[in-house]
């Protein structure tokens, strides 16, 4: 009897088995990183950057995803684009249609229809933005809605474009820390869209002290499995992460959350970008997804 209670209550807590999906990415290579004008809290044009660094590790994590099986396109350089380096924030892809940005500062402008030239060249259908919006910088796709960050960058106007656009369920949330400008830096999607065999529940990790009240609400109600990171990890861009279902790849300073995702059943991977960080940015910022749609049939 007490034995059988033992087993179904290790049965109970076991991690659930994770399966990775293949991704297909697009990055841009550090070439011309440096910070030379501050338009987010990290970024200090004082502070000296150090360009080979910045593609040494930018390598890794390059590196990393070919040798987890990922497609890795690349889109090439522009000089006096330092930022180009951060690709999530040139669109968002569903579907081989690409949503194109539009960036909220004059610096970053000609990086839109930089990426927009991309997307065609390569086979996306492309629908130009009217609406200021920094991409899968502010859109993250969980299951079959789109979750859209405003408050410092893309605006409310933006997510009703991103909803007429693609046909899905948009879920407004409001980030209020000037230090969590973009969505990706507050939350991170961790399961597939679709894993084999099916639908599986999408799951996220997030900041909760990144959102309002409001925002902090519906992500409670939405999504009550998900993993709530401290902090600390927060501070260090631990949620500016990219998973594949199983294999999470994560700064290394953010080991609160590699503790949580290894009890989840996950396989954190720890990437360290702390030169990319000097410009706001790391992992999900340098790592924008294309989805093409054949892996998306339903
Ligand atoms: N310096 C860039 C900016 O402020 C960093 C972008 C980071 N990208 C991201 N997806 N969070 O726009």
């Known amino acids: 009897m007490s034995t059988h209670h033992t087993a179904s209550a290790a049965q109970a807590t076991a991690p659930a088995t994770r399966i990775p999906q293949h991704r297909s990415y697009l990055m841009c290579r550090p070439e011309h990183f440096t910070v030379s004008y501050t338009i987010n809290p990290?970024?200090?044009?004082?502070?000296?950057?150090?360009?080979?660094?910045?593609?040494?590790?930018?390598?890794?994590?390059?590196?990393?995803?070919?040798?987890?099986?990922?497609?890795?396109?690349?889109?090439?350089?522009?000089?006096?684009?330092?930022?180009?380096?951060?690709?999530?924030?040139?669109?968002?892809?569903?579907?081989?249609?690409?949503?194109?940005?539009?960036?909220?500062?004059?610096?970053?402008a000609p990086e839109g229809p930089a990426f927009m030239d991309?997307?065609?060249?390569?086979?996306?259908?492309?629908?130009?933005?009217?609406?200021?919006?920094?991409g899968e910088g502010d859109f993250l796709l969980v299951g079959d809605t789109m979750l859209a960050g405003t408050g410092f960058r893309s605006t409310g106007d933006s997510h009703r474009e991103l909803g007429d656009v693609f046909g899905k369920e948009v879920v407004s949330l409001t980030l209020i820390d000037p230090r969590f400008y973009h969505l990706d830096t507050a939350?991170?999607?961790?399961?597939?869209?679709q894993g084999p065999g099916?639908?599986?529940?999408?799951?996220?990790?997030?900041?909760?002290?990144?959102?309002?009240?409001?925002?902090?609400?519906?992500?409670?109600?939405?999504?009550?499995?998900?993993?709530?990171?401290?902090?600390?990890?927060?501070?260090?861009?631990?949620?500016?992460?990219?998973?594949?279902?199983?294999n999470v790849l994560i700064s290394p300073r953010a080991t609160g959350f590699e503790t949580q995702?290894?009890?989840?059943?996950?396989?954190?991977?720890?990437?360290?970008?702390?030169?990319?960080?000097?410009?706001?940015?790391?992992?999900?910022?340098?790592?924008?997804?294309?989805?093409h749609g054949q892996e998306t049939t339903r």
Request: hydrophobic share 45%; net charge negative; glycine share 10%.
């Open 198 to 246: 099916g639908v599986e529940k999408a799951n996220i990790a997030y900041l909760p002290s990144a959102f309002d009240d409001a925002s902090r609400g519906v992500l409670e109600d939405r999504f009550p499995d998900a993993i709530l990171v401290a902090d600390e990890d927060g501070a260090v861009f631990g949620l500016n992460s990219a998973s594949d279902g199983l």
């Open 261 to 291: 995702l290894r009890e989840r059943g996950y396989n954190p991977v720890l990437i360290d970008l702390s030169e990319l960080l000097l410009g706001g940015g790391g992992i999900k910022c340098c790592t924008l997804e294309l989805r």
């Open 42 to 108: 990290w970024m200090e044009p004082a502070k000296p950057t150090d360009t080979a660094k910045a593609l040494a590790q930018w390598q890794v994590l390059y590196d990393t995803y070919v040798a987890l099986g990922h497609d890795v396109q690349l889109i090439d350089p522009v000089e006096g684009l330092p930022d180009m380096v951060y690709t999530a924030n040139g669109g968002f892809v569903i579907d081989g249609v690409a949503y194109g940005a539009k960036f909220r500062f004059a610096e970053r």
């Open 118 to 134: 991309w997307f065609r060249e390569n086979g996306f259908e492309v629908v130009e933005p009217v609406e200021v919006n920094e």
């Open 187 to 193: 939350i991170s999607v961790l399961d597939p869209v």
